[in-house]
C-alpha cells in the first residue's frame, strides 16, 4: 500500500510529490501524459523558470525527484474507490494499487469554441489566462471572446496589457448595463459570428467574421466555462457547486475523508507557480493526516 497516490503529473501534482517524498512517504504518481497546456510554447510567471516550455519543467522536476520514494506510471486512472485502510485505484492497464490518501490534481478543461482554428492555436494565440500570456502580446490588438460579465471583466483586465481591445461575442448580445460600461472604458464590441481564426506556427493574425470581414489581432482570451477534467471526485462523492467547481479547505481537503484535491481543479487562481504551491501545501496537509493516524 503507498501513503498516496497523486493523480496528474503536472506542476501540482509533481509539487505534491516532491514535499511528500521528502517526508519519506511513499507516492504513486500516475500521468496520463495529457496536460491542458500541451499547446503553449512557454510556461510564464514561475520563479526562476519564467519562459521554460511546460515539458522541460516537467522533465526537470522528474529528474530531481529520482532520489525520493517516488514511482511514476504513465497511465490513466479508470476508478478508485474507498478501501479498508483508504482507497483502491483501478488503473487503465487493469493493474490496481491501494493507498491511504488519495490526491487528484487533474486539472479542468477548457470549453474551447467549436470554430476553425480555435483548436489549432490554442496555446499560441489563443489563451485562457492573461497573467499567463499577456506580456508577450503587450501593446497590440488583443480580443476577448464570450459573454455575460466574465467576457466584460476579462476585456477590461487585458486594458492592463494594452488600450486596443475588442470583445467578440460571437452571436451573443449583451446587456444594455454590460455594453454602456464597455464603451466608457473604450472598447470595442463585435457581436458577429466568427467563421474561422487564421494564424501559423507563430500564433494568431485574423479573425474572420461570418460576413467576410476580418480583424487582425495578436490573441484572443477565451472567457468560457472550464469543466474539471476527471469525474473521480465526482464519482467519489466529493461534493461541487453549480459550476463544478470542487469545495475543499486550506489544505486541499474536500468533504469526503482522504481524497485531497490541488491545483486547477480546486478552481482557485489558475497559475503553474499557484499550482505547484497548491500542491507543496496539499501535501504538508496529507503528511500531518498521516502522522496523526499514526499515533492514534
Known amino acids: 500500500m503507498y501513503d498516496v497516490i497523486i493523480v496528474?503529473?503536472?506542476?501540482?501534482?509533481?509539487?505534491?510529490?516532491t514535499i511528500l517524498g521528502r517526508c519519506r512517504r511513499t507516492v504513486l504518481v500516475c500521468d496520463d501524459g495529457?496536460?491542458?497546456?500541451?499547446?503553449?510554447?512557454?510556461?510564464?510567471?514561475?520563479?526562476?523558470?519564467?519562459?521554460?516550455?511546460?515539458?522541460?519543467?516537467?522533465?526537470?522536476?522528474?529528474?530531481?525527484?529520482?532520489?525520493?520514494e517516488i514511482e511514476f506510471r504513465a497511465?490513466?486512472?479508470?476508478?478508485?474507490?474507498?478501501?479498508?485502510g483508504g482507497f483502491t485505484v483501478t488503473l487503465?492497464?487493469?493493474?490496481?494499487?491501494?493507498?491511504?490518501?488519495?490526491?487528484?490534481?487533474?486539472?479542468?478543461?477548457?470549453?474551447?469554441?467549436?470554430v476553425e482554428g480555435f483548436?489549432?492555436?490554442?496555446?499560441?494565440?489563443v489563451f485562457q489566462n492573461p497573467y499567463s500570456d499577456g506580456w508577450e502580446v503587450r501593446d497590440r490588438r488583443l480580443a476577448a471572446y464570450g459573454s455575460g460579465k466574465s467576457a466584460t471583466d476579462l476585456a477590461r483586465i487585458l486594458q492592463a496589457w494594452t488600450r486596443d481591445v475588442v470583445l467578440c461575442t460571437d452571436g451573443a448580445g449583451l446587456k444594455p448595463e454590460e455594453a454602456a460600461s464597455l464603451s466608457r472604458a473604450g472598447i470595442h464590441v463585435l457581436t458577429g459570428r466568427i467563421a474561422?481564426?487564421?494564424g501559423s506556427e507563430t500564433?494568431?493574425?485574423r479573425i474572420v467574421f461570418a460576413d467576410g470581414s476580418d480583424l487582425p489581432v495578436a490573441a484572443i482570451f477565451l472567457s468560457g466555462q472550464q469543466t474539471q477534467r476527471s469525474d473521480l471526485a465526482a464519482r467519489l462523492g466529493c461534493r461541487q457547486s453549480s459550476k463544478g467547481a470542487l469545495?475543499?479547505?486550506?489544505?486541499?481537503?474536500?468533504?469526503?475523508?482522504?481524497?485531497?484535491?490541488?491545483?486547477?481543479?480546486?478552481?482557485?487562481?489558475?497559475l503553474a507557480v499557484i499550482a505547484a504551491a497548491e500542491g507543496a501545501r496539499a501535501a504538508i496537509a496529507i503528511n500531518r493526516a498521516l502522522a496523526e493516524e499514526m499515533l492514534r
Open 196 to 198: 474561422r481564426l487564421e
Open 92 to 114: 487503465e492497464d487493469g493493474s490496481a494499487a491501494s493507498c491511504r490518501k488519495l490526491l487528484l490534481a487533474t486539472g479542468l478543461r477548457d470549453a474551447i469554441p467549436d
Open 247 to 270: 469545495h475543499i479547505g486550506r489544505g486541499g481537503e474536500t468533504d469526503v475523508s482522504g481524497i485531497y484535491v490541488t491545483g486547477d481543479a480546486s478552481g482557485d487562481t489558475q
Open 8 to 17: 496528474g503529473g503536472g506542476p501540482s501534482g509533481l509539487s505534491a510529490a
Open 119 to 125: 483548436h489549432t492555436l490554442f496555446g499560441n494565440g
Open 34 to 68: 495529457q496536460y491542458r497546456n500541451e499547446g503553449s510554447v512557454a510556461l510564464y510567471g514561475f520563479l526562476s523558470r519564467d519562459g521554460i516550455h511546460p515539458a522541460e519543467l516537467r522533465r526537470i522536476a522528474r529528474e530531481q525527484m529520482e532520489r525520493y
Open 75 to 84: 497511465v490513466r486512472v479508470a476508478d478508485a474507490v474507498p478501501a479498508e
Open 203 to 205: 500564433g494568431l493574425d
